[in-house]
């Protein structure tokens, strides 16, 4: 089930989780640092690995968010409509894609515990501006999962635009659940859909 994917990735993104300046620091080196720097924070913090709601939300916002590209991700989730939108509905269904993902994220990062993450080498080439950074992520008496980073370079460094948990996308899943809602209710049903999602989820 994907949600239960869903849910593992973000838990690793738990491990990745800090704002790091790394224009010219190669995308797996940059999450390695990133992540076994988290794993110290989390480890010491006891309100963290209780779950305190405060502490979550605060690190999501501080964090993790500021590593991803939400702007491609949702045109991308979007899919074809994204170029039906108006300026107003982009902003806006980036906007509610983000609270959806900021919930789901605090949820999973309270179950986060000690998960190890094996790096795999990356051939990286001065040109490349789009790669995709290999992990598997090990928890005791369990096979390891794959769980794949897609980066992108822009001007503000590397940022992660996908996740592929075992071989599925975060980005393509999405895609299928918001087609179908366009076509029930336009890109206004879509905005008006994620919003009722993220109503009830802080209910």
């Keep these: ?16 989780a800090a704002s790091y300046a790394g224009a010219q620091t190669a995308p797996d080196a940059m999450i390695k640092t990133v992540a076994e720097d988290v794993r110290a ?25 500021p590593n991803l590209n939400f702007a491609k991700t949702t045109r991308l989730a979007v899919g074809k409509s994204w170029t039906q939108a108006s300026p107003e509905q982009r902003e806006a269904l980036i906007k509610e894609f983000r609270s959806l993902l900021v ?24 040109t490349d501006t789009d790669v995709l950074v290999r992990t598997n992520v090990i928890q005791d008496g369990q096979q390891p999962v794959g769980v794949d ?25 999405y ?18 859909a994620l919003s009722e999602k993220n109503r009830a989820g802080r209910g």
């Excluded at 913090?45 to 993790?64: F, H, R, S, T, W």
């Design 103 to 126: 919930r789901t994220y605090a949820t999973s990062l309270r179950q986060f515990r000690d998960q190890q993450i094996d790096y795999k080498p990356l051939a990286l080439s001065p």
């Design 175 to 192: 895609r299928g659940e918001f087609a179908e809602r366009v076509r029930q209710g336009g890109i206004d049903g879509l905005i008006k």
């Design 149 to 173: 980073y897609r980066v992108e370079k822009g001007a503000d460094g590397w940022k992660v635009y996908d996740i592929v948990v075992d071989g599925v996308s975060l980005v393509t899943t």
């Design 41 to 65: 924070l989390i480890k010491q913090d006891k309100d963290l690995q209780a779950g305190d709601a405060n502490k979550i939300y605060a690190l999501i916002e501080e964090k993790v968010f």
């Design 1 to 16: 089930m994907f949600s239960k994917r869903l849910q593992f990735f973000l838990a690793a993104l738990a491990l990745f």
